[in-house]
């Protein structure tokens, strides 16, 4: 079984995707983290400047990027891995924020990505969340949930979420991220962010984190299609 959560950045996909995943006993897959791996990788090899990305020059690299997932059997959170390394913290920055959007709408980054998430499906059942999973990775999913909220509590939540982290951020720095990411991530021509026909919309903005999961856990466990 497949269940795809696409949606805006910092609404709480990665949330309810690893809460899904964990009651369900799924495995969970982080996109964003993958697209913010290869940026990161990009930022360190100089493709990167002034927010502007040297194409030739990281079409070049792709086949030097490896990406995978590993739960820390510590915390028994999952961390991200580049290259072996773990970048987790990394890639959460405001600095790989800011250029991430312009790294994942770059046609052969898609691609190898995009081969990648569809690998995973042979791992059995997952939770995958991300801008075009029920779109383009997986359009015959068995549930699409399209998650989303107001920018301005986006914004919060992401601004203390860096504030928890000991980063200091100016609120109307993240702000002005968020409402550039969701302008690239919806206009871009390669897999653009958008709701598939057959996703439930799930509006944030008014929900705790607990109650986004209970009501997305309750939808897909009262289905015909779980049972």
């Excluded at 206009?187 to 509006?203: C, G, I, K, N, W």
Aim: charged share 20%.
């Amino acid at each position: 079984m497949i269940i795809a959560i696409d949606g805006h950045s910092s609404c709480g996909k990665s949330t309810i995707a690893k809460g899904i995943a964990q009651v369900l006993g799924f495995v969970y897959i982080d996109t964003g983290a993958m697209y913010r791996a290869v940026t990161l990788y990009a930022m360190r090899h100089h493709c990167v400047e002034y927010s502007r990305v040297n194409e030739e020059t990281l079409r070049g690299m792709m086949g030097d990027i490896h990406i995978r997932f590993e739960v820390d059997s510590t915390t028994n959170v999952q961390q991200t891995y580049l290259n072996g390394e773990n970048v987790e913290t990394l890639i959460r920055s405001l600095e790989v924020a800011n250029v991430v959007s312009e790294v994942a709408k770059i046609p052969f980054v898609r691609a190898q990505m995009v081969a990648l998430q569809q690998s995973y499906a042979s791992q059995g059942n997952i939770v995958m969340d991300g801008r075009d999973i029920g779109t383009v990775v997986f359009p015959h999913a068995d549930f699409k949930f399209f998650v989303t909220a107001a920018a301005q509590v986006r914004a919060q939540r992401r601004y203390d979420e860096l504030q928890a982290k000991g980063e200091h951020v100016d609120f109307a720095e993240v702000l002005k991220n968020i409402e550039q990411r969701d302008l690239i991530d919806s206009t871009r021509s390669e897999s653009p962010l958008r709701q598939a026909p057959d996703a439930v919309v799930v509006d944030t903005s008014n929900m705790t984190r607990e109650e986004q999961l209970t009501w997305i856990l309750n939808y897909i466990q009262n289905s015909r299609s779980y049972k």
